[in-house]
């Protein structure tokens, strides 16, 4: 299985700070990456989706790909205590047939 | 309407038990998916279905044995239960995920404990 890694935190940030997300992963023919968000006891849900190099930005949250460095990070502008959650990042390649997950960073947001 | 629903949501059992745990999906996606959460949350692929056919088999203990009836659903039978298959099981389903901006749907996973 091609390798997706992240740092597992936990990352700390107080609130309002901008909490940034990193991953790289191994498979340099990688196509598609997303980046999951899980709270404790429940699944995973889709917060960004992004398959350009370069930013692409939703609310408060903005995602950057690098295919060069083979690198993929999650920025999350003013960050709130209901952010603290484990953030899962997910490449897919042309070879495979299913998302690869990252072991995913815990982040605690602190009032 | 739940869009991926499995069930049971819990399930305890003892070693050496036969389990399933069943998956459904109304959302008209063509693959549906198997995936393993230890308890360091690393989520692991164990089984991928295209429309009734495997087309993902990782390396996974053959006790594990998925059964597809027709594209909304993916079942999960486990033979001979072990302390190490405790852990949560999700389903999830996608159309095509390699350009497809919605990615995976999960269902709410089945919480497996073997003791």
């Known amino acids: 299985q091609k390798e997706v890694e992240q740092n597992s935190g936990p990352l700390s940030v107080p609130e309002g700070a901008i909490a940034s997300l990193n991953c790289t992963y191994s498979d340099r023919g990688s196509q598609s990456f997303f980046w999951y968000r899980q709270y404790s006891g429940k699944s995973p849900e889709l917060i960004m989706f992004i398959y350009s190099n370069g930013d692409k930005e939703d609310g408060r949250f903005t995602a950057q790909l690098n295919k060069a460095s083979q690198y993929v990070s999650l920025l999350i502008r003013d960050s709130q205590p209901s952010d603290s959650a484990t953030y899962l990042c997910a490449v897919h390649s042309n070879s495979g047939y299913a998302l690869n997950f990252g072991k995913g960073t815990s982040l605690l947001v602190t009032p | 309407d739940t869009a991926v629903s499995q069930t049971p949501k819990y399930l305890v059992t003892q070693m050496g038990n036969d389990k399933s745990i069943k998956c459904e999906q109304n959302?008209?996606?063509?693959?549906m998916y198997w995936y393993k959460q230890d308890s360091k949350k690393f989520l692991k692929i164990m089984f991928s279905y295209n429309n009734k056919e495997l087309i993902i088999n990782e390396t996974v203990p053959n006790r594990f044995s998925p059964k597809s009836p027709d594209k909304a659903h993916l079942n999960l039978h486990i033979n001979s239960l072990e302390l190490g298959d405790s852990a949560v099981y999700f389903c999830?389903?996608?159309?095509?995920?390699?350009?497809?901006?919605?990615?995976?749907?999960f269902g709410s996973g089945t919480r497996l404990t073997v003791v």
């Open positions: 959302l008209g996606h063509d693959t």
């Open positions: 999830a389903s996608s159309q095509d995920t390699l350009t497809n901006p919605n990615g995976y749907t």
